[in-house]
Every structure is written in structure tokens, then in C-alpha cells.
């Protein structure tokens, strides 16, 4: 069954099908969860939605995504609202919240993921709204997945590029002005580029006011690999701490086929370590769910719109597990 029928499908079960008496509800948060769990997550809905069919098993594997902390993505849509109400609650939750900013200009390339703000000044303006909502809570936010990339390897036209270092450096400057805020520019993984090609990309982006850098956004290297590469890429940026994006890394990344299209839901793949704050390394601050698991990465594979749910391609993540 094609991924939008299956979806769709256990979105008609869930309305339509009474749980069996007997069914197990569903577990509570990680007990060591060191961000905010969202009750009611894509992942605990499909969980949810499965119970309700009478489909345990498939319930307990998305368990598994739906009981660990995985970072809300803040894009065009009510900004302000949105952060202010993943804030309060994680607040309400004694936690943190766990956040990626997500609409520079020119975003994506025009690709899977493309959109954002239609200018310069519309984004700074985006910005502040996200920084309003988060207020004075708590809040780790990783700012602007790829941005820093495509500059460097050209997917965004150079006409753009000078644009999109202000607009960053001027986005890190005022997330930093919220108290209980803390930021990290997107930093790529080792499969991308050197760390040498990254250090004066990341300085002209406001690296220097920023509380670090994040590695392996939405990608699938291993742990070891994206530690070592982020240990040489901070050597150059000051000694910066980062955080290690662990979501779908678990069998390392897919080897197969066209190398251009690895990046894109690839089979074989499985969940990684889950969230903590306890790494063992003074430079590795955390080791995240920054990639939603289980949301698609776009139309490929079977796959619907990046972003949206996909389940059978979740539960594969989730029965691979370790």
C-alpha cells in the first residue's frame, strides 16, 4: 500500500474502530527525558491510532519514538504562537523545550523542504516574533538546518550569500538577548564537507556569539563520526561546545545506490541513541533528536511531503532499533 493511502488508512481506524478493552494505554514520557515530551506528537498520534486498531505491536515501536523528547520545527506558520505554546508547556513540565528554527530565504534550495520567508527584513521580522514567543523559558534552539551548507557548496545562488550570513549572524543576536535561551547554528556532518571549509562560513554566520554548533541535522552518520568531526570543526571555531543530532543514525548512513538521493528516506535505517545530556564529553553538550523520526524527508521512497508522517517508514526506524 503506497505510504498517503497507509496513512490515511490508520487515520480511518483511529476514527472508526473502538480499542479492544484490554488495550495497554500509552507508556508516559522517558522518565530521564532531558527536553519537553510532546503529548501529542505525530508520533504518539500514530501510536495512539494503532492502540485504537488493536495493533499493539506496531503501537510499542512507535512507543519508542513518542515517549523521547524530539525538537518542534518553528516555520512560517504563527510563529509567535507556536513557540510561546510549546514553551509554556515545556515550562508547565519542568523541562526545556527543543526548538529548530526554520525559514531563512531562498530555504532548501528550492528543493524537498523549499519555502521561507520571502525576504530579508519579512525573516528578522520572523525571528523576533520566535523570540518573543519563547520569552524567558527555557529553550534550546538549533537555527536554520542547512543554511550554513548551501552557502558552501553552492546550492544557494551567490548572489544570496552575503544576505544570508547578516541574516544569521543578526537571528543569533537576538535569540541570545532571551535569558533562558541557548543557540546553535547548523554545522552540517562529515559526510558534507571538511571541517576547514566550515570555520569562516560559521564565523560570518555569528558563530562567535552563538552558544555552539550542530552536527548531523536530519542525516544518518554515525555518533563517532559526527564527535570527531565536530571536535575538529570546534578546534576552529574557538573551542565551541555542539550537539549531535543521534534520531536515525542507529545503523550509520545508506550506502547504496545514488549517492545524491542517500540523504532522502533511505531503507535500513534505524533509530539512534536516544536524547541525553549525559555524553561523557565536555564538547558534546547533548546528543538530540533534532530530525522528527519518522517524518518523511520528501517525495521519494514512497514517501509523502517532507514533513509529513510516514508511517511505515517509522516503524522501520523503530524496529531496527538497538
Known sequence: MPARRATAALALLAATVCA???????????????????????????????????????????????TRPVAEWI????????????TEAATKAARASLLVLYDIPHRDCGLHSAGGAPDGEAYLAWVDAVARGIGP??????????????????CTPAQH??????????????????????????AGNPGWAAPEKLAEPLRRAGIAAADGFAVNVSNFRTTEESVAYGRELSALVGGKPFVVDTSR????????GDPA??????????????????????????????????????????????GEWFDSYALELARNAR
Do not use: F
Open 249 to 256: 543514525n542507529g545503523n550509520g548512513p545508506y550506502t547504496e
Open 137 to 154: 523559558r527555557r529553550a534550546t534552539v538549533v537555527l536554520e538546518p542547512d543554511a550554513v551548507m548551501h552557502v558552501v557548496d553552492g
Open 161 to 186: 550569500h552575503d544576505e544570508r550570513y547578516a541574516l544569521l549572524e543578526a537571528a543569533v543576536e537576538r535569540l541570545q538577548r532571551q535569558s533562558g535561551t541557548t543557540v546553535h547554528l547548523d
Open 75 to 86: 516555520g512560517t506558520d504563527r510563529p509567535e504562537a507556536k513557540a510561546r505554546a510549546v
Open 261 to 306: 538521493e542517500n540523504w532522502c528516506n533511505p531503507p535500513g535505517r534505524a533509530l539512534g541513541e536516544p536524547p541525553t545530556l549525559r555524553t561523557g564529553d565536555p564538547l558534546v553538550r547533548a546528543h538530540l533528536w533534532i530530525k522528527r523520526p519518522g517524518e518523511s524527508d520528501g517525495e521519494c521512497r514512497g514517501g509523502p511531503r517532507a
Open 20 to 66: 479492544p478493552a484490554a488495550a495497554a494505554p500509552a507508556p508516559p514520557p522517558a522518565a530521564d527525558a532531558p527536553y519537553w515530551v510532546n503529548p501529542d506528537g505525530k508520533a504518539a498520534r500514530a501510536a495512539a491510532a494503532h492502540r485504537a486498531a488493536g495493533r499493539t505491536a506496531e503501537a510499542a515501536l512507535l512507543d519508542r519514538i513518542a
